[in-house]
């Protein structure tokens, strides 16, 4: 199956005979598009034993052509974990046709259809043959040419071009390969947005800043990068259905993220089911445990993070070291979101601390607007801590409680987790709120990459980075980019397979997803190789200045 885009042509130019742009069935589709007015379509082909994803758009031709583009992105098989026949019946489903209408078409019985919606209602976590034709129809796994045909309209565009196509006798023009560099590589980028737009805002900074930096050293056969930017607050249902909808719509070859799929699991299946490569920094060990138990479905999507696993860890190493924790004398508090992947007081958290020389003093646990912070601060105070652990996700709320700490009991120690590391944390802290330490699982090292990505960011947005988000989203679009440029190739089992068998040195830190579970591992807590994975990183802030502590495991 040949990939690339090209336009019509007034000749029988383009690729060798047998190959996709030569299959007279889409020929004729593609004839019926330009003889409608529709603007755009999109579909799955099946032709020949070849699987395709077909999108036809109007737009500038060359001169003297007519106004179409055709781009072919050749699959191994069916998208979206399904097989052959359930592309067949989810298909028909969108067409609106029933179980026995459907049976007739395929040649099978009405039992036999039955099962297998049934089985693709589980598959797909719908809950009606509505769900299905509208999942169909959104994912783009409607596939042409569609058995039997469309003998009635729809309103939906790729039914109403097969319903075209019966009228459509022959092909008139060729098809040419578009000329100049190779197609671009679009990504797109899910940013957060809503209470976690201080994320958002970094990570669309830092992806922006990759595909800058990239676009610069294209040269005329190089690969540049298109960016498709979405921000979606991840509580609201509606919100993320649009932005992924704009991604279907944009056609984007590869998702970058944060952490939008831990907040909303139907990211995560909306990635399994597009079967586009998705990097994403959602620690959570939920995520690595589906992709490790669903391989097949699964197997383009990739944890560019260690978990949070790391997080507990950390603390505890840090624990260890503390004076504090001598004799066993050490008294400790925290403070954490309930809920959000945040909750560090899990089952064997107060043994493990124990073990360390620290007693769990007092657990307040908020929500994620945090109004009377003097109150939580007082609680968490109540027994004399030692040391108090904050774990929320938001900058602000976790700035505050911050502040309320200090105003309690001035010079009182903290331990964030993650959370300073963005920009915006900083921005809500009070004089005097500082004098703080916390840890994070993807960060930025005070090296040469870490200063000279620091340096760009700054030059170009004005201010400087967080140490996570901004540089985790620059890496994501890198790494993409050289997956990409080595194999040559915009399929995702290629690019996967690149993926899970070389190692990409970014700026924070080393990228191998050679494990069942697709994630990057972490130093020292996953992995003894610092050279293979990213260091967990202590940071502690005194003032406005901010440096990374060594820890030893």
């Not at 179409?68 to 979206?80: F, I, R, S, Y």
């Not at 996967?496 to 130093?523: C, I, K, M, W």
């Amino acid at each position: 199956m040949a990939e690339g885009t090209w336009e019509l042509a007034a000749g029988p130019v383009g690729e060798p005979t047998g190959s996709a742009v030569h299959d007279p069935e889409l020929l004729r589709r593609i004839a019926a598009f330009e003889r409608s007015d529709l603007e755009s379509v999109s579909f799955l082909w099946h032709g020949a034993g070849r699987w395709a994803r077909c999108r036809i758009r109007r737009g500038p031709g060359a001169a003297g052509s007519p106004a179409a583009t055709v781009t072919l992105l050749a699959l191994d098989g069916p998208p979206a974990g399904l097989t052959a026949r359930e592309v067949d019946v989810v298909s028909l489903i969108a067409l609106g046709l029933s179980n026995r209408e459907i049976s007739s078409r395929l040649g099978t019985s009405v039992r036999t259809v039955t099962t297998q919606v049934e089985r693709l209602l589980r598959k797909t976590g719908q809950e009606s043959r509505a769900g299905l034709g509208a999942m169909a129809v959104d994912r783009e796994l409607v596939r042409l040419p569609l058995p039997g045909g469309v003998d009635r309209g729809s309103g939906i565009r790729v039914l109403d071009l097969e319903k075209l196509v019966a009228g459509e006798p022959s092909f008139p023009w060729g098809l040419r390969r578009v000329s100049g560099g190779r197609r671009p590589l679009r990504v797109g980028t899910i940013a957060l947005g809503g209470p976690f737009a201080a994320d958002g805002e970094e990570t669309i900074r830092g992806a922006s800043l990759a595909v800058r930096d990239i676009n610069a050293l294209a040269c005329e056969r190089g690969r540049p990068v298109e960016h498709v930017v979405v921000a979606v607050d991840p509580l609201s249902q509606e919100s993320v259905r649009a932005g992924l909808a704009v991604l279907v719509e944009q056609d984007v070859d590869a998702i970058t993220s944060s952490y939008a799929s831990a907040f909303n699991p139907e990211v995560f299946d909306f990635a399994a089911d597009y079967g586009r490569i998705f990097l994403h920094t959602n620690s959570w060990t939920h995520s690595v445990d589906m992709v490790r138990s669903s391989p097949a479905r699964y197997r383009n999507v990739f944890q560019s993070c260690p978990s949070e696993n790391a997080y507990q860890a950390a603390l505890i190493a840090y624990l260890r070291a503390h004076p504090a924790g001598r004799g066993g004398r050490g008294r400790l508090a925290v403070i954490e979101l309930d809920g959000y992947g945040c909750s560090i007081t899990g089952a064997g958290f107060t043994a493990q601390v124990s073990e360390v020389g620290w007693a769990v003093t007092a657990v307040a646990r908020v929500g994620l607007s945090v109004r009377d912070t003097d109150a939580v601060a007082a609680e968490a105070l109540g027994d004399g801590a030692d040391l108090v652990v904050v774990s929320h996700v938001s900058p602000e709320a976790a700035a505050r409680l911050q502040n309320a700490l200090t105003r309690a009991r001035p010079g009182q120690e903290s331990y964030h987790i993650y959370t300073p590391s963005l920009a915006g944390f900083a921005r809500h802290l009070e004089p005097g709120g500082g004098g703080l330490t916390w840890s994070t699982v993807t960060g930025r090292s005070d090296d040469a990459l870490g200063r000279r990505f620091a340096e760009a960011y700054t030059r170009q947005f004005g201010v400087p980075p967080g140490w996570t988000q901004a540089s985790a989203a620059y890496d994501q679009v890198r790494m993409l980019h050289t997956a990409v440029s080595v194999t040559g190739s915009l399929r995702p089992a290629v690019t996967g397979d690149y993926l899970r068998s070389e190692a990409y040195r970014g700026v924070n830190g080393t990228y191998l997803f050679a494990s069942p579970g697709q994630f990057a591992a972490g130093y020292p807590y996953d992995s003894t190789h610092l050279g293979l994975a990213q260091p967990t990183l202590t940071y502690r802030m005194s003032g406005s200045h901010q440096h990374v502590v060594p820890m030893s495991a």
